[in-house]
């Protein structure tokens, strides 16, 4: 019942908030020019920084340039561009994939009794 629930309430598809709620982080998004994976934070989660360090230099790149442009934007008070805004696209993901993927292993290595690749310390 409750798996039921949640599962309705989170997806934007079933339930108009949920709607409401993805438009309006994707505006937000679009007016900086970031996608939704970038505001995964390395330092706070091991497995994102693991998943970012997989991913191809490229991608990271792109993301840090993302990042230093809406940080700079937001310095300056302003937004993207109407022409530069409108060919964003904020929930294309391309840190889900890997992400599993080193969950994936870590529960594997969890499963066989290795130890962790890293230890993690609470604050």
Known sequence: M???FSSW???PRRNPLARIHMLTIS??????GLRY????????DLDIKEALCRLPRE?????HQRLKRAMDLSMKH???PDDVRALQTPFKSYLSD???LVKKEAAERKALGALPLYERTLP
Do not use: E, T
């Open 59 to 63: 991608v990271v790149d792109a993301r």
């Open 98 to 100: 890997m992400l599993a």
């Open 27 to 32: 505006n937000r998004l679009k007016n900086y």
């Open 37 to 44: 994976d970038d505001l995964y934070d390395p330092y706070f």
């Open 9 to 11: 309430f989170v997806n």
């Open 78 to 80: 302003q937004y993207l």
């Open 2 to 4: 409750l798996s039921a």
